[in-house]
Structures are given as C-alpha cells and as structure tokens.
C-alpha cells in the first residue's frame, strides 16, 4: 500500500535531549513537510522539501533540524534548543502545486 | 502572504441536518484550496479541493464545498449531517504563484448530536 508512514506514534523525551522523528512515504513524491500541530493553534510549517538534498525552513524552525538524503525519507531532529517541544508532529507529502498533501499519522512527542 | 481564517472553534449540528463549516482565505495569486479532516491522534484525511472550474466542489463522504471569490470564502457543507462526521475540520490554501506549502486555518470541531 502506498502511504506515509511516521514513528513512532509516542516519543518521550527528557529535557536536554535530542530526538528524531521518523517519515518515510512510498508514494514517490517530491515535496515533503513537517507540521506541529497544537490545540487551538491550527497546523504551523516546522519544514519544508522539495527535492532530494534541499529543504527551507517554515515558520516555526528554531530548535528542529532536517535532512532529505533520500526521496522517500525525511527525519526531523528536535534538538535541546526546542524549549517547548511538546506537541503533535505530523509529516506529509505531496507532488505538485495543485495535488493534496498526504498525511502520516502523527508523533505525539511529550517531555518528562 | 497567505492565510487562512475559521471564524468557528466549534460548531454543533443535529443528525440529519445540513452542516456548514466556514473558511475565509487570503492570498495574493490564485488560491488553491483544501478542505481535511482529522481524527482523535491520528494524521489528516483529504477530502476535497479547489483548484480551477466550477465554484462547487464535491468531494468524500457527501461533503462540497463552494468557492466564492469576491467574498473569499470556502465554506464546507454537507446535506445531512451524520454522527459519524463529528471530527475536528481544517481548511488550507497554497497560493498558485507561491511555495509549494500549505497555510492552515485553526482547525473547526464539529460535533453532530444524535
């Protein structure tokens, strides 16, 4: 089946620690996004890809770091810098400005 | 810049009603709209577009939704509402002339009452 596919679905993490998150999509597209989502605050663009060994930074970046070695994989890092970093993580993919995004099923990554 | 507005945090409905969620949206190029759905701790779930053509957009489970320009909307409605849709709505827009990313809206929880 063809699809996203996030891990893992709950992350703990203690304050000073680094920890990546996992998307890895099958469905050979070229844009891929990370998101945060919060309650009451929508959806905001963490990072963006649009081809292999290229990425921007969205709009809430500081603190996360990427890579996009490969087309079908692209690891978020929540580095120590994040002093906030509880939230749902959610990646997805698309192929082209008119085509929806596909979406992972989410992290959920909580701070002990 | 883009954005996106969903002027309701919540919206309640009866079974068997017809449910309109409302999205207001600001680009500067030609809109390219999304309507998704989410789940409790699971991703999102397309359910329809617009891109070009007809104003009206039809798309999964029974949902359309109408694009009116001057008034820079993209309200999502459905007929009759079903118990079954009560999940959390976000509305999205890319603009043509822009990146390749999706702005979203703060998302509308509709809940259908049996």
């Known amino acids: 089946d063809g699809g996203i596919t996030q891990s893992p679905k709950y992350l703990f993490r203690k304050e000073g620690q680094n920890v990546t998150l996992s998307c890895e999509q099958n469905?050979?597209?070229?844009?891929m996004y990370w998101y945060r989502q919060d309650p009451g605050q929508g959806l905001r663009l963490i990072y963006y890809s649009q081809i292999v060994n290229d990425f921007q930074k969205g709009d809430i970046a500081e603190g996360y770091s990427v890579s996009r070695e490969k087309k079908e994989s692209f690891p978020l890092t929540v580095t120590s810098a994040q002093k906030n970093p509880t939230a749902f993580y959610l990646c997805a993919s698309n192929d082209g400005l008119n085509t929806e995004a596909f979406f992972g099923q989410g992290t959920r990554l909580t701070v002990v | 810049a883009q954005s996106v507005a969903q002027p309701e945090d919540q919206v309640n409905v009866a079974e068997g009603n017809p449910l309109t969620v409302k999205c207001t949206y600001s680009v500067s190029g030609n809109p390219y709209l999304f309507w998704y759905v989410q789940y409790p701790n699971r991703g999102l779930q397309f359910l329809l577009k617009?891109?070009?053509?007809?104003?009206l957009v039809k798309g999964s489970y029974g949902f359309e939704a109408e694009f009116n320009k001057s008034q820079t909307s993209f309200h999502l409605k459905k007929p009759s509402a079903l118990v079954s849709d009560s999940a959390l709505y976000f509305c999205?827009?890319?603009?043509?002339?822009?990146?390749?990313?999706?702005?979203f809206g703060t998302g509308t929880r509709l809940t259908v009452i049996p």
């Open positions: 999205a827009v890319r603009d043509g002339v822009g990146a390749n990313n999706l702005f």
């Open positions: 617009y891109i070009t053509g007809d104003n």
């Open positions: 469905l050979n597209h070229d844009a």
